[in-house]
Structure formats: structure tokens, C-alpha cells
């Protein structure tokens, strides 16, 4: 896909100039989307660090959202919205059509959940939900700012108890790929979306 090949080929290319040395004072990034001229830097127990990237060879760091109790781990942007995964809140939702300052909007789910990777095909946004119930959360983001739940998904035959929770997401061409820890990754049919249909998995011994 020539599309993607540039955005992907553009992605890399703000990366690198940002892993130059950066100081996030006490901060350990976990993640970072980049958007706007902006990257996004999810920092742990630190919040949401904005750096401004107007120069790619000094990004200049121009906001913290910070956290009370809780732990950021991924980040993804979709338009002027940016989602934000998260330990305790699920998957935080800030508005960015000003790039430079996030605002929240809300969280979903309403329930106290964790969430530790995201994903967007299209619109549809898909979140690793290892605890507390094992779980995937599809979501129809057709308005980003407003995600609409279509789906909890249990990954067939993942046994939670032994570990088998899901950790990591990725989705592209209808096809949802899910890092299930001991269970190994998982590709599940989401042509439809609020139904997917487990294809087949890759571990270790098979």
C-alpha cells in the first residue's frame, strides 16, 4: 500500500529525530505517537508529555499532563484525537485540535480497567485489555472523539488463568493480531467487527 509505505516511511523518520538525546526530566517514556508537528510521549506514572517538534533536531517540550494514580503505557492518534492507554482508566480520550495542548474528553470504558496496547484499522479502534478479565475492546470510532463499544473479545481457546492474556494488538486489512502472552499471537477475522472469528495462532511448540 503506497499510502501507508509514506506514512510509515514519514513515522520512522520523526522517530529518529526524536530519539536524539532528550531529556524527560524524571519521566521514562513508554511509548510515543507522532502527529501535527507534535509527539505524544506516554510516560508511566508521569502522564502525557507534549514536545513540539517544529524543530526535529530539538524538540521542545511545551506540556505535561500529569497523573494522580495511574500509569500510561501506549498512545495513537486518530485526526484531533488522541487515545491513550492506560492501567487504571481504560483508554483516556484527548482532544489535540490544539496539537500542542491535550485536552481530556472522557474514558472508556466507565469501568476501572487496564489497558495496555492500541490499535486502528480504519475506524475501528482495538485495545489489550489483560486485566482484569482477559479481554479485547473493539471500539466504532467513526466520531474519534466518541468511541462507541462494539465488542468485548475473548480470544478463543486463551485460557487467563495460565497467563493467556492479551498484551499487545495490531490490525490491518480486516485481520486483528493479539500478543496473548503463553498463548502466543492470535489472528482473528474482524471483517465484522463486533464479531470476530478467531483464524489461527502462533506459539511456541506448534
Avoid: C
Amino acid at each position: 500500500d503506497p499510502r501507508l509505505k509514506e506514512i510509515m516511511t514519514s513515522l520512522v523518520q520523526h522517530l529518529h529525530a526524536f530519539a536524539r538525546e532528550v531529556k524527560l526530566t524524571e519521566a521514562t517514556a513508554t511509548n510515543v505517537a507522532v502527529a501535527h508537528g507534535h509527539a505524544y510521549v506516554t510516560a508511566g506514572a508521569k502522564g502525557l508529555i507534549t514536545f513540539d517538534l517544529s524543530d526535529p533536531s530539538q524538540p521542545r517540550q511545551v506540556r505535561q499532563y500529569e497523573l494522580s494514580n495511574d500509569y500510561y503505557t501506549d498512545a495513537l492518534v486518530n485526526g484531533s484525537t488522541l487515545y491513550v492507554a492506560s492501567r487504571r482508566s481504560g483508554i483516556a480520550v484527548f482532544d489535540i485540535t490544539n496539537p500542542a495542548i491535550p485536552v481530556r474528553l472522557r474514558s472508556v470504558p466507565e469501568s476501572v480497567v487496564e489497558v495496555n496496547s492500541l490499535a486502528l484499522d480504519g475506524n475501528v479502534l482495538y485495545a489489550a485489555s489483560p486485566a482484569p478479565n482477559a479481554e479485547v475492546y473493539v471500539y466504532d470510532v467513526a466520531t474519534p472523539a466518541e468511541p462507541k463499544q462494539l465488542r468485548r473479545y475473548f480470544v478463543e481457546g486463551a485460557e487467563p488463568l495460565a497467563g493467556e492474556v492479551p498484551l499487545h494488538v495490531a490490525a490491518m486489512g480486516g485481520r486483528l493480531y493479539v500478543s496473548n502472552w503463553s498463548f502466543g499471537m492470535t489472528v482473528s477475522d474482524v471483517t465484522n467487527p463486533a464479531n470476530p472469528k478467531l483464524l489461527g495462532r502462533f506459539a511456541n511448540g506448534m
